[in-house]
């Protein structure tokens, strides 16, 4: 036994924030409700894949990988943060600060994100397969309406690929780093048995209320009002169904609205770090939320307008 | 010799409470024994010497530097160990995860360097075997220990120990006991406790906090002389002893004024601190 230590620490801050996320990443990719979201958001993709090109609908994929690997990263970024701060009596008296453990926390937000890119690539791969045409999205199904009553450009009737790797891009990539970014500062603010997961459930709701009151209730889904709802929501279903039928396409810019979702990631990842009223950078932290807030300001209105 | 902890005048308050009210101490290379009862500011002080809190008034130097400054508190953390009263564990981590997870904290980035110090941490505590098991599966005791290896990381100069033998069984104990005098050697210990055998087998220095305020500073020796001529063994309890209670042999250990036909005994730390404490209280107003 010998109370001789192998070296004092060499202090490379990156290199340790760097070893940091990777610590948190694993505890991300190994936390079971992330896996069992990976592995439904994957089973989507594959029963597409087995349906053919058909029947192939890359919009399906792209809500369904928003709720089966977006929702459940809220209540696992929440998770991995609080339990994280079970040590929180010792963790200030180490020299590593507050801001660069959230950092690492946000850093393995990048997990989900990632699983999502490799369901994206395989998307892009069977869409490019199976519909090389223009028409990535169904606005080119008849009767679908586009442009709604204000009669503004519906890009998406006119789809490029720009637009369509841009909304898919928001689903499978920007919801699951945002809904995990959002659970970490989340978790960083209130502390609550079961707050994770009712984040989720309010996020979850609010999405699917504001879209599906746009989309139905009558005379409503084209007003300015419901526009501007679905367009500064998280997350947009640029399509409206009646069952299995598209019956319209939203008006607005996918492009916008992806940079708008990721100035929101970007919001909660600010967020999540402001919690650490000791750090010596407040003052650009206050910048860089404002920079954040008129960001997403003007590419909400980006997603708006198209 | 600059002490490696050094407070002057330190007040800290909860709301209207003063945990801590007017500190001063100078410690050096050794272990100090920090005494008290609940509620006497003695984890509010652990966590002042930890860096965890800033005090609202006086001054803290650890290590020759000033913990108000940002950059100067990161120096000392750099060479400080801390063992928090109660310390939760992540959800997830193993043993060796756990400990590999602070050594990342306390910026050991060189993987191989790190996880060799963190096997040293391990071994010293005695967890090398369940190294690869859940924190969860742990007993309290490999708990407190794991929490101990932690802390003994990097080999710091100034250790921090908030009642760390809470949960040890005897052997643990003494392997606490034989790690922590080791560490004495080249580094400033200083132990919270309840347990005045662990004091009295253990340090070489003694600090009472009472109300926040350090009652005793001073050797063991020179707390224990505090109670001689005042520990008594007799047939019967005396009712107007500052504490008494029946010994394992029938007899009642009373501390204070003699009982009739009782006998002078030597006096224990423990004696000598619950004498102290009964002292302090009756000459507060």
Redesign the interface.
Known sequence: ????????????PP??LA??TL?QAR?FA??PLFLVGAVLAAVGLVQGLLAGPDLWRPQNLVLATALWLGLPSVVVGY?LTI??E????????????ATS?TLALCGACLVPALAGALLLVGTIAATVAWQPSADLLPAGIEGATTGGSLNLPAYLTAVGWADAIAHWTEGFVAAPFGGAALGVAAARWWRLPGGGVIVAVGLGLLVLVVNAAAENVPGVGHTWPARLAVTVSPFVLWETQAGDIVTGVRAGSPLGHLSYAMCLSGLAVWAALAKDT?S?HRVLGRRVGLALAIAAALTATWALLG | MTPTVDLADVVHRYGSTTALDRVTLRLETGVTGLLGPNGAGKSTLMRVLATVINPDGGTVRLLGRDTADADQRTQVRRQLGYLPQELGFPRGFTAFGFVDYLALLKEFDDRPTRQAEVRRALDLVGLRDVATTRVRRLSGGMRRRLGLAQALLGDPRLLVLDEPSTGLDPEQRAVLRTLLSRAAGHATVVVSTHQTEDVAALCDRVVVLDSGQVAFDGSVADLVDHAAGRVWVAEHPDPDAAAQWRTGTGLHRNLGTPPPGAHLVEPTLEDAYLLLRNDTARATP
Not at chain 1, 86 to 97: F, K, Q, R
Request: charged share 20%; net charge positive.
């Open positions: 036994m010998t109370v001789t230590g192998t070296g004092t620490p060499r202090v490379d290199r340790v070893q940091l610590v505890r190994t936390h998770r339990t994280e079970a040590a929180s009596p010792l963790l200030p008296s180490t020299p590593v600060p453990r000791s010596p």
